[in-house]
């Protein structure tokens, strides 16, 4: 047999009618896994040697970096000097979930600051990532089609750029598509099903230590069981159980400052509408820029009416786990007031590209046994050409913000050299600037009127700070904080000053240096 046989389906490649021996499916199952394993080399590879230096002005990162630092040095977990302004929530919450710092610890401990290190662990968990979707997918789709799903996840250039933040993203998406496999193969080993129990648990636990909304797939593995067997199984409440006391014990070792959370969440039926459409544009990013923006939605159309004949066809066969999983995750998504954009669409985006494939290959079938492949190469070209027109404009270079910012990193060196450990700056990047200054830090809330300072100076003195930096480079500082630096000179010493960015001392504090 030639190497087409070991990859392509029985249906589709055995035409002499002939049949495959046991060994000869041994053969091609070890082959397809090697070509798997070649693949996610061949990817990882790409993404190491692809690594910008630097990082993008969002600052969670900083927020689980101070994590891993204070993880790695014995310190609080809490202190990381940010201090959440319950007047502007949307920065973020007090503290983030404890996996993800967990994960990046022992990186910090052995390389210290190194953005470079931490993306590559980023790097190896989305490959294990797109190791848990083969292993949930392999069974429901011919190999080439399979091969082809790993190369569209793979090689997109969304995730391609995912790979440059050092975000809780690919860690949940990995510990997810990890819980799905466990549920979805516990029923092949029933005599161990406690085991497999605990390991569940276990990974939702992952879920939810790495991202505070992994609570809604206790819900989605509730539904799963009320689907299948029309009641909670022991496996199932078992798992939930064990999930449960690690976030009780969670709670109890670094306390609830991620429940903050709950002060951003008012959901509403316009809000539930608007972000439905919105999301929905949102997959539009896996195939953006491309050649040109017409371009992307063509194929964007395609893939989705694709999609819609795939997944009409699998849910008529009933929900497996993946789909009762992500229910309730998707829900609360939608619901929630702030969009986080196709990130949060992560987990469904392999079941999404499945279905899309699932309704290729069943709507070419019916033409013949040759219309499957040349439908799966005339798709692979035109990802293609989108894919290589989206690498040919990307940037490869340093990401000229936050620490890849000359202007930003001399800022942080005179707030090192020239201020107090204690003092407390405002600054429109609190997280980003306490871990670079290790001085705490809090954003500003754009309330009131334009004109109307009360508000601000209020804050200012409930946190006691002592100086503001301000920017050209933000908007909201061009819009809100630089008109109020103006109006308020008398109160304020400009104590610093680079091509960018401006640090004033409020008079009524001296530095204790």
């Excluded at 200054?437 to 009127?449: H, N, Q």
Aim: charged content about 15%; proline content about 5%; overall charge positive.
């Amino acid at each position: 047999m030639g190497l087409l046989t070991y990859i392509w389906p029985e249906e589709l490649s055995a035409s002499d009618g002939g049949v495959i021996t046991s060994a000869e499916k041994a053969i091609k199952s070890r082959t397809q896994h090697l070509l798997v394993c070649l693949l996610l080399v061949l990817i990882g590879v790409f993404y190491c040697a692809t690594i910008r230096p630097g990082h993008n002005w969002g600052d969670d990162f900083a927020l689980y970096i101070h994590h891993a630092e204070n993880i790695a040095k014995g310190h609080a977990y809490a202190d990381t000097g940010y201090i959440y302004n319950r007047a502007f929530t949307a920065v973020g919450p007090r503290t983030y979930p404890p996996v993800f710092p967990l994960l990046l610890a022992p990186v910090y401990y052995l390389y210290g600051m190194n953005l470079t290190a931490m993306k590559v662990e980023g790097v190896l968990l989305f490959l294990l990532t797109l190791l848990a979707v083969y292993a949930f997918f392999r069974n429901e789709l011919p190999f080439p089609y399979m091969l082809a799903m790993l190369v569209l996840l793979g090689l997109n250039p969304f995730f391609w750029k995912t790979k440059d933040n050092i975000e809780s993203d690919l860690p949940f998406l990995w510990f997810f598509y990890l819980s799905v496999n466990l549920v979805h193969y516990e029923h092949k080993n029933s005599s161990s099903w406690w085991r497999w129990a605990a390991l569940t648990g276990l990974a939702l636990y992952l879920c939810c230590g790495t991202r505070t909304i992994g609570v809604m797939l206790l819900p989605g593995l509730a539904l799963y069981d009320l689907l299948q067997w029309r009641r909670l199984t022991r496996f199932t409440l078992m798992a939930g159980t064990i999930c449960v006391a690690l976030l009780f014990a969670q709670r109890l070792l670094i306390g609830a400052g991620e429940s903050s959370y709950a002060d951003q969440f008012h959901p509403t039926a316009a809000m539930f509408a608007h972000n439905g459409v919105r999301y929905t544009k949102d997959l539009l990013t896996l195939w953006y820029p491309g050649p040109s923006m017409l371009y992307a939605r063509v194929f964007f159309g395609l893939t989705i009416a694709l999609a819609l004949a795939g997944a009409y066809i699998r849910f008529r066969k009933g929900w497996t786990v993946l789909e009762c999983l992500l229910v309730f995750y998707l829900l609360f998504v939608i619901l929630w007031p702030f969009s986080l954009g196709i990130r949060s669409l992560l987990p469904l985006i392999p079941l999404y590209l499945y279905c899309t494939l699932l309704g290729m290959l069943a709507l070419t079938r019916r033409r013949g046994s040759w219309a499957p492949a040349a439908a799966l190469g005339a798709l692979l070209v035109v990802v293609g050409i989108d894919y290589a027109s989206t690498y040919r404009k990307a940037d490869f270079g340093v990401i000229p913000e936050v620490n890849g910012r000359p202007s930003f990193n001399e800022l942080c060196q005179f707030v090192r050299e020239s201020t107090s450990p204690n003092d407390v700056f405002l600054i429109w990047r609190p997280r980003a600037f306490s871990l670079f200054t290790d001085r705490p830090a809090s954003i500003y809330a754009l309330t009131g009127a334009s004109n109307d300072d009360d508000a601000l100076w209020h804050y200012i003195a409930q946190i006691h700070a002592h100086y503001i930096v301000t920017s050209n480079v933000f908007d909201d500082d061009r819009r809100f904080l630089n008109p109020f630096v103006e109006r308020n000179r008398r109160k304020l010493d400009l104590v610093f000053q680079d091509s960018e960015f401006r640090v004033y001392r409020i008079k009524r504090f001296v530095s204790t240096l």
